[in-house]
């Protein structure tokens, strides 16, 4: 019973039917008979497990194709000639042998893929084509991308991009969708805000109502190819008001706190009640920055 034991590279690449016509006139010098499996055998050392074939098969995406088409040229004409004669198995060993060493320089001069760019993603141009298994092997990263964090102050604009390491397909679908008031990364708690080409998302004024969790998943030929998660978070006009506020107090303290020298001319009979009276006088920094204060409370009391 004839049997085809190996699978890989030459596999993928030549016919079965090819394959038992290349085989069929192989005969073991040593007992002078025909042994098909034996050539099997034969094939999956030279071309199954060989490394330098296999690494010769990795190539771009769309270029299997052509590996076929060398594959081709070097064993079809094997395929022809050993099919009408027998030839012992040295003369196997020979041409299957040269075949796979041309195979290996033409395949090896075929485009590779540009590689896959952590962390995530469905990267078609990053797929590598494996002879083993006769598929492409993808880049196996979640389509799910970490998130990022940003914080904008209320009323002030902001904008989130849809931007990823590796290529997008020209015709790529964006569609961006918002979770209101939570940091997730589940699905089903977002919902549509714009489907369309566009990466960018901007808010021209933010508000409250706008913080919470931005999903912008990228669609190619309506298969999803990667998901981008921002998490935006919104400061209140009374906390920004604060801060500012904060910060001029501090400055006005440190300023207020430095002692100025005696004016030039001044008596140095004076006593200490009367010089430490002088020393604690407000500067005319503090007395600006308090002001400033002051004016402040009235604008944001008005609106």
């Known amino acids: 019973?004839?049997?085809?034991?190996?699978?890989?590279?030459?596999?993928?690449?030549?016919?079965?039917?090819?394959?038992?016509?290349?085989?069929?006139?192989?005969?073991?010098?040593?007992?002078?008979?025909?042994?098909?499996?034996?050539?099997f055998r034969t094939i999956d050392r030279i071309f199954n497990t060989d490394q330098n074939v296999i690494q010769a098969g990795r190539v771009g995406g769309g270029y299997d194709r052509q590996l076929r088409d060398i594959m081709h040229a070097e064993i079809m004409p094997l395929v022809e000639e050993f099919d009408t004669k027998m030839n012992p198995d040295s003369v196997y060993e020979e041409r299957l042998q040269t075949a796979a060493n041309?195979?290996?320089?033409?395949?090896?001069?075929?485009?590779?893929?540009?590689?896959?760019?952590?962390?995530?993603?469905?990267?078609?141009?990053?797929a590598v084509y494996n002879c083993l298994t006769c598929q492409y092997d993808s880049c196996e990263y979640?389509?799910?991308?970490?998130?990022?964090?940003?914080?904008?102050g209320e009323n002030n604009s902001t904008e989130m991009r849809c931007d990823v390491q590796f290529p997008l397909?020209?015709?790529?679908?964006?569609?961006?969708?918002?979770?209101?008031?939570?940091?997730?990364?589940?699905?089903?708690?977002?919902k549509m805000v714009t489907v369309g080409a566009d990466r960018l998302y901007s808010i021209p004024s933010a508000r409250l109502h706008h913080q919470g969790t931005y999903q912008c998943e990228v669609f190619s030929q309506q298969?999803?190819?990667?998901?981008?998660?921002?998490?935006?978070?919104?400061?209140p006009q009374v906390l920004v008001a604060q801060a500012k506020l904060?910060?001029?107090?501090?400055?006005?303290?440190?300023?207020?706190?430095?002692?100025?020298?005696?004016?030039?001319?001044?008596?140095?009979?004076?006593?200490?009640?009367?010089?430490?009276?002088?020393?604690?006088?407000?500067?005319?920094?503090?007395?600006?920055a308090c002001l400033s204060v002051l004016l402040l409370l009235l604008f944001l009391s008005l609106g």
């Open 102 to 126: 041309n195979f290996i320089a033409a395949a090896s001069k075929l485009p590779r893929a540009s590689g896959c760019f952590p962390p995530c993603g469905f990267q078609v141009s990053g």
């Open 246 to 288: 904060q910060g001029i107090f501090d400055t006005a303290l440190l300023l207020g706190g430095q002692i100025a020298p005696l004016p030039a001319g001044l008596p140095r009979d004076l006593g200490p009640t009367r010089l430490s009276g002088l020393q604690q006088l407000p500067s005319p920094s503090l007395l600006a």
């Open 223 to 235: 298969r999803s190819i990667v998901r981008i998660y921002h998490h935006l978070t919104v400061i």
């Open 1 to 39: 019973m004839i049997s085809r034991v190996f699978t890989g590279c030459f596999q993928c690449l030549v016919d079965a039917d090819d394959s038992l016509r290349l085989c069929w006139g192989h005969i073991l010098s040593k007992y002078g008979i025909r042994n098909v499996d034996s050539c």
């Open 169 to 190: 397909p020209s015709q790529a679908e964006i569609v961006w969708r918002f979770a209101s008031k939570v940091k997730t990364q589940q699905v089903d708690q977002f």
């Open 142 to 152: 979640p389509l799910d991308c970490p998130m990022s964090d940003f914080t904008v």
